[in-house]
């Protein structure tokens, strides 16, 4: 039996596939969906960013999965495979969120919920002739006894150094426009730090020691994170994550983590305006603390990374300033700005929804860059024209030299390059329209 697993690229504004020569952060999915499959089964993985799709070659099953944009570009090559008479399974955080009978009718087969202890059975049913058309998680699956990704799978690859791991699943936080929120339905689970390392040493024996946690909040639980960092100083790796602000009230934990190996964390800091945030359901994110935690962070070597988003129901014409000069002024390394996009599954697309304020459900422009909404106080069209506007500000050279070479981070050569890198990765994709970290 022969499963080809594909994670789809995303669309650019004119609903066109993303390509790209190398892709430097691959998602985890496929090499743990591959060490779920059983040892019997041939496994390929593909990451359409980087690969032709091998529609023509001799397939049993395809497995596919999507955030955001990718599960429209999911359904398109679901549909593909399917005219050649080859079963096709999507999963994911976007098909299991949105309503099933969009996904379904692209699938044989349609995967909601986390697939780990789900998938064999997908296999199974393949095998016997059995596939039925939806696989629901009876429970999420216990996370402790998870397999080692098939990192193995990943050589040949067009990836670059790193590699995902994962420590923690989900966020305790209520954030009403978060997908990851509504997926794990506000769940929170660690898995052994002995298995992380366990990981870690995989990823290190395929050929490098730089790791990616794919974690959405990786430090909510202090004992645990202290305890990982503890266990990842002797591993001698240089690591990056996602991050809460509230790491900043505990100092010993930051000097820890850059002990073992942190060296940027990324933060969803989301906007400067406390009622933004109050709105958003994420008030403990207070902006007055922004500066001083980045500073902090920076003193012990670890960059700055930030996420934020415009249109929100209290921004005004003024937010494109304010957004520009708080990146400019903080010397925000990798910056990322995003257009609010109501994601379905999450309070915040139920409540526009209710509001009539959804202008279409063309899931192909729900990429972060595209106003897919009606804002409250700027015009859809100029807010859109205004986004581009101000990401051309701040990747223009000027802006960018001013944030990336006086950034007080400590950090060594590598890493140095490694921002210099995605700052002109973004560059390109802001010149060519398309949403930076999409991809």
Known sequence: MNILLVAPTALDYQGRPIKQHRLHLPSLTLPLLAAATPEHIRV???????????????????????????????????????RRNVPVVIGGIAASLGDPKLTMAHADALVTGEADETWPTVIADVESGRLRPHYAMPRPPRIDKLPTPRYELMKGLKIGLWRPVQATRGCRFTCTFCSTTAFFQNSYRKRPVEQV??????????????????????????????????????????????????????????????????????????????????????????????????????????DVSTEMMIGLDNDDWGVFERTFRFIQDNRISVPRVHIITPIPGTPLYE???????????????????????????????????????????LFSWKALLRRVLHNRASLGFYMRGVVWAVNLHYRYHVHHRICPGIV
């Open 44 to 82: 390929r993985l593909l990451y359409e960013t980087i690969d032709e799709i091998p529609y023509d070659e001799p397939w049993d099953l395809v497995g596919l999965t999507g955030m955001g944009s990718g599960i429209v570009r999911a359904w398109q090559i679901g549909d593909e495979f399917r």
């Open 197 to 302: 390392v366990r990981d870690i040493r995989a990823a290190k024996r395929n050929g490098t020691r730089y790791i990616a946690f794919m974690d959405d909040n990786i430090a909510i639980d202090g004992a645990y994170f202290g305890s990982l960092c503890e266990a990842l100083i002797p591993e001698k790796i240089i690591w990056m994550s996602q991050c809460g602000i509230h790491i900043a009230e505990k100092p010993d934990l930051i000097r820890l983590a850059a002990r073992s190996g942190c060296r940027m964390l990324s933060f969803g800091i989301e906007s400067t305006s406390p009622e933004n945030l109050t709105d958003l359901d994420k008030e403990w994110n207070r902006p007055g603390r922004y500066a001083s935690a980045f500073e902090l962070l920076r003193s012990h070597g670890i």
């Open 351 to 393: 409540e526009l929804l209710q509001q009539g304020r959804i202008l279409h459900t063309d899931y192909g422009r729900f990429t972060g860059g595209q106003v897919v909404f009606r804002p409250t106080w700027i015009d859809a069209q100029q807010l859109q024209n205004q986004y581009w506007g101000l990401y051309e500000r």
